[in-house]
């Protein structure tokens, strides 16, 4: 445990932890999702006919890193942000952070129209890695579909149990009892290896609600991977969420009802 106390974690470019992700679009229009993408000029096409890179330039030039206040962009070698590709009828984004995922999300929610491309779920690790850990090759390695299906059913059905038996509760109190009980449970539990979150894009009118459910919910994840690399091992994912509502909604100038 010491060693890895000593040793830092791996970080990209823009300085927030490596932890790869996986967005996933239904894809309802390819022919117009790729003459959507050919306007943008932070997207550039590889010699791959379904595959493109994602820069940090011109139409997302204004997005922030808090980790690089100070960080000097250099126009003539622009920070690739990640990589697109349309396979098998959908539309994937492959990002190595969870930062780039929560920046990606409204960025393309906004350029490319929901009528061609609708995000579905994106699929994540739960870990950072050390400097000189072997690294999986490419997301297919790092995803087994089977795996992230039962994860989620696993986590659907336990809601909806819960969900019964608030609503079958004899008072408002024992409802809060039940709920409490199963928040304090979950956070408690050890997050998988790999994991998937399903957007719900349909039942939201306003997507920037989406969006902040999206980021409070990673966030809390790379605060748990990170506090327990470098040794608290009794940070939960409920005291990641805490910290995480009270930055946001603190910094707002929100009250938080408790």
């Known amino acids: 445990m010491f060693d890895r106390l000593q040793k830092p974690f791996l970080t990209v470019e823009t300085g927030e932890a490596y932890q790869p992700i996986r967005l996933t679009y239904d894809l309802t229009?390819?022919?117009?999702?790729?003459?959507?993408?050919?306007?943008?000029?932070?997207?550039?096409?590889?010699?791959n006919a379904n595959s493109w890179n994602w820069y940090w330039k011109d139409e997302c030039d204004g997005l922030h890193f808090e980790s690089l206040d100070s960080f000097r962009k250099n126009p003539d070698h622009p920070i690739r942000l990640g990589t697109l590709t349309v396979r098998d009828g959908k539309f994937f984004l492959n990002l190595p952070s969870f930062k780039r995922a929560c920046m990606a999300v409204p960025f393309f929610h906004k350029m490319v129209s929901?009528?061609?491309?609708?995000?579905?779920?994106?699929?994540?690790?739960?870990?950072?890695?050390a400097?000189?850990?072997?690294?999986?090759?490419?997301?297919?390695?790092?995803?087994?579909?089977?795996?992230?299906?039962?994860i989620l059913h696993e986590r659907v059905e336990g809601y909806q149990k819960v969900k019964e038996q608030c609503e079958q509760a004899a008072t408002a109190e024992e409802a809060l009892n039940v709920l409490s009980d199963y928040t304090h449970s979950e956070?408690?539990?050890k997050l998988?290896?790999?994991?998937?979150?399903?957007f719900e894009m349909q039942d939201q009118e306003d997507p920037d609600v989406i969006f902040l459910g999206f980021y409070i919910y990673l966030r809390g994840r790379e605060l748990v991977a990170i506090k327990r690399w470098f040794?608290?091992?009794?940070?939960?994912?409920?005291?990641a969420v805490d910290e995480t509502v009270e930055a946001v909604f603190g910094g707002l100038g929100v009250d938080i009802i408790e």
């Open 114 to 129: 929901k009528q061609i491309a609708n995000i579905h779920h994106a699929d994540f690790l739960n870990k950072v890695f």
């Open 131 to 150: 400097t000189d850990e072997r690294l999986p090759h490419g997301f297919s390695e790092l995803f087994k579909e089977e795996e992230l299906d039962r």
């Open 192 to 198: 998988p290896y790999a994991e998937r979150y399903v």
């Open 231 to 239: 040794g608290e091992t009794g940070y939960s994912l409920s005291d």
């Open 29 to 47: 229009e390819s022919n117009e999702l790729m003459t959507a993408l050919e306007k943008l000029q932070c997207v550039e096409k590889n010699p």
């Open 187 to 189: 956070a408690g539990k």
